[in-house]
């Protein structure tokens, strides 16, 4: 007899079916036919072993227990919930030492009370009193007063033995105490502290508190099953046994939560997508707060189908906290081939965004930490000296002035001569590009396979990797006239679309994603977006994409608090929200030197890098006062500016230049070294007061200008 085995496992501990296969009875007729192939199930009805062959239908293992990452999450809650029980109880040890020595005395009074009857022999007593009674009534018979004689004798007896045997006991344990060291005199009287406190103890008062166990939300597979009844994903039967949800694992401890795998029944007409679309109201009716359920649908890769869902429930919100330092401050170099590390999720797993190939764009509120997030990307390509990076910041703050460092191209604001830098800009990124495409058809397939780049063309052909990053979008398409705004919007789109296959990575981000500021058109061509919190569902699937915020990817839910903290996008069903590392300026600007002098050990410092001397003067740690330098960065598009403009500027960058006026700001040049050779600039026709570039630059020292 051979048996084989069935079964589906879909990633999960499932019970196999065993069928057995048995061989043909013999004929009677001698002339043998061939072997039978059928297969026949074990629970045939004439099969009388079907019974006790049927292996049973139920897990093995606990759902605790049928994987490691379970067995380890729910080991370290395990710890958790140990340590936070020694804090709790370490914390009132006044109160229990307290409480124990009452206990101790209620133990000390009930054990002498306990024990008066044995010292004073009541136990003969009795017998001792009512023979002195018989006595006082026959005072004429003799053997009854010796009867009592001797009973009296022996309880005298018994009392003073019991009596000295304990004050001997009392002498013994006071002269040890006494003799004993201080460590040793503590363990006696806790060893008799404890007993006593166990005796005097009672069901009002108890020794040690019983707190709750620190689990802010408990869960269970009714619970939930009730939770999908009310938002009406199941169907309501009378006296509760209405179709319900088929758990494949859990609901177990997983981390900071509560893990469960679930198949929603079938006949209901709902899918996995059902339950995504209403996570809101099913963390109201578990009691948490929507960000605290994060739910995602099973795909068959990973043994799943559209009723299956896989749903994480935090005990708090998994999004605050002190941030996560980004791993690249410690990096020494980095390759942007590999995977960029960008954040953590809910369960703190880490979260790597690869960005070749790809475009990104970022959006969401103000000070939500949009940028911040953004830089990640460029600080990545900051350590591969092979990244040749193209800056443009729309608003021309602080945020990305470390960048000339290190940029090839640095637009900084959005006035007229920024607006012309970046349009020069675009039209020297397009030629690149059109000169790779037409380099790349001419190499061999074996050197380039695919057409596109590869890591030994971009070094044998000294063909870095671009990075493209644009911050603050919006900012320059209100500040265009319409032939420009949508000449740009194409020039964009064609770098987002093309030049990936180049070596292009285009890293876009706008406070307004809306049709005004990043036009449609650009905005669908990207591949990869994060959203920091935005006002509605409209605006996160303006900047995710269109239909997100029903499938669960919404960055409407997060809050005020969530800085950092973003809805990534990486497909058209794949989301997470993500907890981004957090890189400060002083860290982005240490990063930016360290970059340049990476770019300068392999020869690939170039552009607006190599002749900005207020980038060479930080590397070399020379001196240059910072009003000198403030200026010579918001007028390096320009070779000479309005005193009025220069300050307005000046404050964009630094809001301490608020204050300056024109008078301060001359004195304050002029110490730092500045002679203006005129007071008197022309531009477009004004004539008005203002300063030259040249003039500033005199300032500098010599060294810096030489090495340029």
Not at 30 to 49: F, G, I, K, Q, Y
Not at 93 to 114: D, E, I
Not at 178 to 185: D, H, I, N
Not at 333 to 341: A, E, G, K, L, N
Request: aromatic letters at 6%; one cysteine or more; a neutral charge.
């Amino acid at each position: 007899m051979t048996e084989t085995l069935i079964g589906a496992v879909n990633g999960h501990a499932e019970p196999q079916v065993k069928l057995l296969k048995f061989a043909p009875e013999p004929s009677a007729d001698p002339a043998p036919e061939p072997e039978s192939t059928e297969v026949e199930a074990v629970d045939r009805p004439d099969n009388p072993l079907a019974d006790w062959l049927t292996v049973p239908d139920v897990p093995i293992l606990p759902p605790w227990a049928r994987s490691w990452r379970s067995l380890t999450a729910n080991t370290t809650a395990l710890g958790r919930l140990c340590v936070w029980h020694a804090y709790y109880h370490s914390l009132r040890v006044p109160k229990y030492a307290v409480r124990m020595a009452w206990l101790a005395v209620k133990g000390l009074w009930r054990a002498a009370r306990g024990l008066w009857p044995t010292l004073v022999a009541s136990d003969r007593s009795a017998a001792v009193k009512a023979l002195r009674a018989q006595t006082r009534q026959q005072p004429e018979d003799v053997d009854l007063a010796v009867r009592y004689a001797l009973l009296h004798r022996e309880r005298t007896l018994a009392r003073r033995w019991r009596w000295g045997a304990a004050a001997t006991a009392v002498a013994a344990a006071a002269v040890g105490w006494y003799l004993a060291p201080p460590l040793l005199q503590a363990g006696m009287v806790a060893a008799a502290a404890v007993p006593l406190a166990h005796l005097g103890r009672g069901e009002d008062v108890q020794l040690l508190d019983n707190p709750t166990p620190p689990l802010r939300v408990d869960m269970n597979a009714q619970q939930l099953n009730d939770a999908l009844r009310a938002v009406g994903l199941l169907k309501a039967g009378k006296d509760d046994d209405g179709p319900r949800i088929t758990c494949v694992m859990g609901p177990v401890r997983d981390g900071r939560g509560w893990a469960v795998v679930f198949d929603l029944p079938r006949g209901g007409g709902k899918t996995a997508a059902d339950v995504l679309a209403k996570r809101t109201a099913i963390a109201a009716e578990l009691g948490v707060d929507e960000i605290q359920v994060i739910a995602s649908r099973v795909r068959a890769a990973g043994g799943g189908h559209a009723g299956r869902v896989s749903m994480w429930v935090a005990d708090d919100d998994p999004y605050l906290g002190e941030p996560v330092k980004s791993p690249l401050e410690k990096l020494e170099t980095f390759s942007v081939w590999d995977p960029i590390p960008f954040g953590q999720d809910a369960r703190g797993n880490r979260i790597t965004v690869p960005v070749m190939w790809q475009s990104l764009f970022f959006g969401g509120l103000p000070r939500r930490g949009k940028t911040f997030t953004q830089r990640l990307l460029t600080a990545a390509g900051l350590l591969d000296p092979y990244v040749r990076h193209y800056v443009a910041d729309g608003k021309g703050g602080a945020d990305w002035m470390p960048a000339k460092a290190v940029a090839h191209r640095l637009v900084m604001g959005a006035e007229d001569d920024a607006v012309e830098a970046l349009k020069a800009m675009l039209k020297e990124l397009l030629a690149e590009m059109e000169r790779r495409f037409a380099l790349l058809r001419g190499l061999p397939v074996s050197v380039c396979p695919e057409g596109k780049l590869t890591p030994a063309i971009v070094e044998k052909y000294n063909l870095p990797v671009i990075f493209v990053t644009i911050d603050e979008l919006q900012e320059y398409f209100t500040a265009m006239e319409k032939d420009d705004r949508e000449q740009v919007i194409n020039d964009l789109c064609r770098i987002a679309r093309r030049g990936p296959a180049a070596g292009f990575i285009s890293n876009y981000a706008s406070q307004r994603p809306d049709a005004d500021s990043v036009p449609t058109k650009l905005r669908e061509i990207i591949t990869l977006r994060y959203s920091t919190q935005v006002v509605d569902q409209t605006s996160s699937d303006m900047v995710l994409g269109k239909g997100k915020a029903a499938q669960g990817a919404d960055a409407s839910v997060l809050s005020e608090e969530h800085k950092g903290t973003g809805v990534l996008v990486t497909g058209p069903a794949s989301f997470v929200t993500v907890r981004a590392d957090f890189l400060d300026g002083p860290a982005f600007s240490e990063l930016c030197q360290r970059g340049r002098a990476l770019r300068q050990k392999h020869g690939q410092l170039t552009g607006d890098a190599v002749a900005d001397v207020t980038a060479a003067a930080d590397q070399a740690a020379v001196t240059i006062a910072p009003v000198l330098s403030d200026c010579l960065t918001v007028m390096r598009h320009t070779s000479r500016m309005h005193t009025v403009d220069l300050l307005q500027r000046l404050e964009n960058l630094d809001p301490e230049y608020g204050d300056w006026d024109a008078e301060r700001l001359a004195r304050e040049l002029e110490d730092a070294g500045v002679k203006r050779t005129t007071k008197q600039v022309n531009i477009a026709g004004k004539n008005l007061a203002g300063y030259r570039r040249e003039d500033l630059e005199a300032a500098v020292p010599p060294e810096l200008l030489d090495a340029r």
